[in-house]
């Protein structure tokens, strides 16, 4: 990891190009779909959605897009669709969130194991009961062993740029996997933010065309996901495990190929803020990174040697990249917005397993915070350093609910 | 047998599976009380009956029958004969046939 990624860089980075345009994040990421020239879309059209394919539906219809818009009766058949679709040589693209993406469950194990490179992206929000629709991540962190690769976006910037990422990740013969790009609902999905709409004309030269060696023909018929008994199951797994891999690299590779066609870069599979010389170590996703880097700066400001780590990939889980880019911290602090009831929360646990067979011996605590939308201040990220300071010494609480309402219980 | 990603296959592949190690209780045909009015070849699910000459020995033993078996079936006859690289042993043949011809029986392995 070289420290030019570090997201200073990118911050400062003046708009360049007359692209750059307030709008919402939702409809940033349904343009950057556009500049995919998906041939299916599905959508279930009611709520749990986003503005994505409201904005795709728009544009399909107003003819700046060339696209097959279906909308089915579910978020099961929205993304069954899908399969059929991308089998026949098509690309496909929906987004979901929270309760649709649970329904899609049963799905999203035959779209990675028939190897169906779909990008999909997820407005993270919460799963009731009881009857949430704010931002979480408990939804995707849920669905992390379904085969699918997991990318977090921390703007919208990044969330619709991801996207298109995304199509190029998915689509190599090599890897062939489907991938969610993650974007917090609401923060990101509502918000207004200056955005610097992706070039079509650029994406398609970034983008190839998708050319399956493998589709559904009649003239040429083919079984997708046939029967596997005891003798090959195992074995299509560990193809799927292997294809999983590869990507950690070819994330890396397409992040600075995007670079280099449209000079913006977030990191591969993790990036660094301040944390060079950092002892404290905040390592998160998503949309929260904003504001512990606010926090950071309050804090080194202070004297306080605070950085973060952003895991962008966390499927794969880039075991080595988190290695590497935590061996000189002093205590690490995992920040979440989920948790796995009955253990910990997945960040952390996939985190502690990463380094636990390493020469780090680092203490590691972890908090869950901003669950259904309880907004994650400044004041907690200060309040996770100081345990994290404490825990140096000694560890109190290896894992806790971060800003909970005592008098409530 | 390489395989591919994804489990692709091409047509007929149900062949190459055999479900035959599946069954619990095999069918056996009592050949003389056989009346030959097709029902088990067509309620069959597996679509695994298939009607053989007594004297093609070769097609018999690759469905499954014994060369002591064959040397006791009715000669010059159309048998019925269950293919078992295939029987799943679900017994509807046995439940359908009008004559009771059809006994399912527990297989040792």
């Known amino acids: ?409 | 047998m390489e395989i591919k990603a994804g489990k692709l296959v091409d047509p007929c592949s149900t062949q190459i599976t055999k479900t035959g190690a599946w069954r619990t209780f095999v069918p056996v045909v009592d050949h003389n009380e056989c009346i030959k009015c097709n029902l088990c070849e067509i309620f069959c699910p597996e679509g695994c009956i298939h009607q053989v000459p007594s004297k093609d020995v070769d097609a018999l033993l690759k469905y499954g029958y014994k060369p002591d078996q064959i040397r006791s079936l009715p000669k010059d006859e159309i048998l019925f004969v269950p293919d078992l690289n295939y029987c799943k042993g679900c017994s509807v043949c046995a439940h359908e046939c009008p004559r009771k011809a059809i006994e399912m029986v527990l297989e040792e392995k």
């Open chain 1, 1 to 409: 990891m070289s420290q030019k990624m570090s997201s200073q860089a990118y911050v400062n980075k003046p708009a360049r190009s007359a692209n750059m345009k307030v709008v919402e994040g939702s409809y940033a990421v349904a343009h950057a779909v556009m500049c995919c020239l998906p041939d299916v879309i599905s959508a279930y059209p009611i709520t749990p959605q986003t503005h994505i394919v409201e904005h795709l539906s728009q544009m399909v219809a107003d003819g700046e897009l060339d696209s097959e818009f279906l909308t089915v009766d579910s978020e099961f058949s929205a993304l069954s669709v899908l399969v059929g679709a991308s089998a026949a040589g098509a690309r496909s693209y929906s987004s979901t969130t929270s309760q649709g993406l649970a329904l899609m469950y049963e799905v999203l194990y035959n779209v990675s194991g028939m190897r169906l490179p779909i990008v999909m992206n997820v407005a993270n929000r919460a799963l009731s009961a009881p009857l949430n629709i704010w931002n979480d991540q408990q939804d995707s962190i849920g669905a992390r062993d379904v085969g699918w690769l997991q990318i977090y976006a921390e703007d919208v910037q990044e969330a619709a740029d991801a996207t298109l990422q995304a199509y190029k990740i998915a689509e190599d013969p090599t890897i062939r996997t489907p991938i969610m790009v993650c974007m917090d609902g609401f923060i990101l999905t509502h918000v207004y933010e200056p955005v610097e709409l992706l070039d079509k004309e650029l994406s398609r030269e970034f983008l190839p065309p998708f050319q399956p060696e493998n589709i559904l023909d009649p003239s040429d018929p083919k079984t997708f996901g046939a029967f596997a008994d005891p003798t090959t199951y195992t074995e299509f797994r560990y193809l799927q495990f292997e294809a999983q891999q590869k990507a950690l690299g070819k994330i890396e590779q397409t992040a600075k190929e995007f670079e280099e066609t449209f000079g913006r870069y977030y990191g591969g599979l993790v990036d660094s803020y301040r944390a060079e010389d950092a002892e404290i170590v905040i390592v998160t996703m998503g949309s929260v990174i904003g504001t512990t880097k606010d926090a950071i700066d309050a804090m080194r400001a202070d004297g306080k040697k605070v950085g973060l780590v952003k895991v962008r990939s966390y499927r794969p889980f880039p075991v080595q990249a988190l290695r590497k880019a935590l061996k000189d911290a002093s205590v690490i602090a995992v920040l979440e917005k989920d948790v796995a009831i009955g253990g910990e929360a997945g960040l952390l646990t996939d985190l502690k397993a990463a380094l636990y067979n390493s020469s780090i011996r680092t203490p590691i605590i972890g908090f869950t915070a901003g669950l259904g939308g309880r907004d994650i201040t400044i004041k907690d990220i200060r309040k996770i350093v100081e345990k994290a300071e404490a825990a140096r010494k000694k560890i109190e609480s290896e894992f806790e609910f971060l800003d909970l309402r005592m008098e409530i219980l």
